[in-house]
C-alpha cells in the first residue's frame, strides 16, 4: 500500500476584598472597585466558621505548628486583605505566653505601598492584630519592642492571626487607643483610611511607562509625575462616580507634575486627547460569515488581528495628510468544526477599512487630505474605524477562500482499473496537514491555488 494525497476546499498581592471565611483555601478575588456589596465601616466585621472559633491551647514551640497571618489595609471605606504569610518568627515568650512576631522589616513587604517605612518605625501602636478567637475585636495592648527594621511586632500565639495596619493610631489622634476596639469602629477606619489612584492609557496615547496602582491616606495630599505628549491631556475623576476632581498640574518638557489636595475618594487618573483620534478596531470576528457550510458561530478564531500589536489602536490626528495603517498580519485562521480529528482550517484575508457606518472601503497604505479628514470627522472628536475580512472568494460563485491537504494511508497507486481510492477507505484521512488561501483569477470559473 502506498499513501495518496487528498485534496479538500475547506503570596504578596495586590488588595483584593476578603472573602467572607478567611480561613479557606479559595484564591483570593481580584480587588474590583465595581463590586456592587461593599462593607461600611459598621458592618466591616470579620466572618468566622465554628472551627475557626475552637481554641487552640498546644502552641507552645514552633516546631509544633505553622501560624497563618493575614494582613489588612483600610481602603475605600472596607477592611481589604492585601496578603498573608506562614512565615511568622517565633513563638517567643511576651508577657508571660507565647506568641508569633513578625519584624518591622517583615511588615513593610507587605505595607510599603501603604508609606509604610521600617527604617523609621518609631515602636508605635499602628500593627493591632486579632485571631480566631474573637475576631470582631483588634488589640494594640502590647506595643512593638524596639525601633527601626527590627522591631518586633506581636501578633497571636493562635494557628490563625490577623493584623490590621492602623497608620494614624497614635497619641493626639481622636481614635487612638491602647487596648482594644471593634473592627469595624467608623472614628477609627476613617482616620486610617486609604485610597487607591490608578493610572489608564489604555491607548497607549502617550508611549511610556504609567505607574501602578498606588494609595494615599485619606485627607492627604497626593503629587505624581507623569509624561506627556503632543495633544494629550492626564485627567483627575472620582473613580466611583467619573466626577472630575480639582486638581493642578505643572507641565514641563516631557512631564506633567499632577497635585491633589485633601483626598476623599479613589481617584482615577488617564489620558485623553484634545485632538481628533482614529481608533482603529482590527478584530476578524465582526466580518465573519458562513464558510463551506460552517455558519460563523461555528467557527474558532485560532489567532485574531491586532494592529501594532494591540487589538484596539488609537492615532491621534495632527494637521495634514492621514495615512491609514496596516493589520500586522493580512490573514487570520479560524478552525472549522468537520469531526473531531480533521483538523480543517480556513483563513480570512484583511480586504480594507471601513470609516463608521460608512460603505466606502480604504485600504492600508491609502492617504485622506485634509480636507477630506475634516470632511469625515465633521466635528466628531473620535473616529471608528473598522477592519473589513473576507473568507470566500470573489468570483460569482463565493465558494471558499481556502483550501486544506490531507493523506489517506490505505489507498491503492491508480492503475487501469480504478483510481486506487475507496470509500470505504475514507476514514483513513489524517487531519488536515496544511492550509493555503485559493486566488482566483478575474472571470475565471475555476479556483486556482
Not at 517583615?106 to 508605635?124: I, S, V
Amino acid at each position: 500500500m502506498t499513501a495518496a494525497l487528498a485534496v479538500q476546499s475547506l503570596t504578596t498581592c495586590m488588595p483584593v476584598a476578603y472573602a467572607a471565611q478567611a480561613d479557606t483555601e479559595e484564591k483570593p478575588q481580584t480587588y474590583n472597585t465595581d463590586r456592587v456589596e461593599r462593607a461600611t465601616p459598621e458592618t466591616a466585621q470579620y466572618k468566622l466558621t465554628s472551627e475557626d472559633m475552637e481554641e487552640s491551647n498546644d502552641i507552645e514551640t514552633e516546631a509544633e505548628t505553622t501560624a497563618t497571618t493575614y494582613f489588612f489595609a483600610a481602603i475605600d471605606d472596607e477592611w481589604v486583605k492585601i496578603g498573608e504569610s506562614t512565615q511568622a518568627r517565633g513563638p517567643i515568650s511576651w508577657n508571660g505566653r507565647n506568641r508569633y512576631y513578625f519584624t518591622a522589616e517583615d511588615l513593610e513587604t507587605f505595607y510599603a505601598p501603604f508609606e509604610f517605612d521600617a527604617e523609621t518605625f518609631d515602636g508605635g501602636r499602628e500593627f493591632t492584630h486579632t485571631d480566631n478567637n474573637g475576631a470582631d475585636v483588634i488589640w494594640a495592648d502590647a506595643p512593638p519592642q524596639g525601633t527601626g527594621a527590627d522591631a518586633k511586632i506581636q501578633v497571636s500565639w493562635r494557628d490563625k492571626s490577623y493584623v490590621y495596619y492602623l497608620p494614624n493610631n497614635k497619641e493626639g489622634s481622636a481614635s487612638y487607643f491602647e487596648d482594644s476596639k471593634s473592627v469595624g469602629n467608623a472614628e477609627m477606619m476613617a482616620d486610617n483610611m486609604f485610597y487607591f489612584v490608578s493610572f489608564e492609557d489604555t491607548d497607549d496615547m502617550v508611549n511610556s511607562a504609567i505607574p501602578d496602582t498606588m494609595y494615599v491616606q485619606k485627607g492627604a495630599t497626593f503629587t505624581v509625575s507623569l509624561p506627556v505628549n503632543e495633544n494629550v491631556v492626564w485627567s483627575c475623576t472620582n473613580a466611583k462616580t467619573g466626577e472630575e476632581i480639582e486638581n493642578t498640574q505643572d507641565t514641563e518638557t516631557d512631564t506633567v507634575t499632577i497635585s491633589i489636595e485633601n483626598v476623599q475618594c479613589p481617584v482615577n487618573i488617564r489620558t485623553q486627547s484634545t485632538t481628533t483620534t482614529f481608533t482603529y478596531y482590527p478584530s476578524v470576528k465582526e466580518s465573519m460569515v458562513q464558510l463551506a457550510s460552517r455558519p460563523a458561530s461555528s467557527q474558532t478564531v485560532l489567532e485574531d488581528a491586532t494592529i501594532d500589536g494591540k487589538t484596539k489602536k488609537v492615532v491621534a490626528y495632527r494637521e495634514g495628510d492621514f495615512v491609514f495603517k496596516a493589520p500586522d498580519s493580512d490573514r487570520v485562521m479560524v478552525s472549522l468544526p468537520m469531526d473531531a480529528s480533521s483538523g480543517v482550517m480556513m483563513y480570512y484575508w484583511f480586504v480594507g477599512w471601513k470609516i463608521g457606518t460608512d460603505d466606502r472601503i480604504y485600504q492600508a497604505g491609502e492617504t485622506l487630505s485634509e480636507e477630506e479628514v475634516r470632511a469625515i470627522t465633521n466635528g466628531v472628536q473620535n473616529v471608528t474605524v473598522n477592519a473589513v475580512w473576507e473568507g470566500g472568494t470573489n468570483d460569482e460563485l463565493r465558494r471558499a477562500g481556502s483550501i486544506n491537504f490531507f493523506i489517506n494511508s490505505d489507498c491503492e497507486i491508480e492503475d487501469g482499473k480504478s483510481s486506487g481510492f475507496t470509500t470505504e477507505h475514507s476514514d483513513k484521512f489524517t487531519p488536515s496537514l496544511y492550509t493555503s488561501r485559493i486566488l482566483v483569477r478575474s472571470g475565471a470559473t475555476r479556483n486556482r491555488i
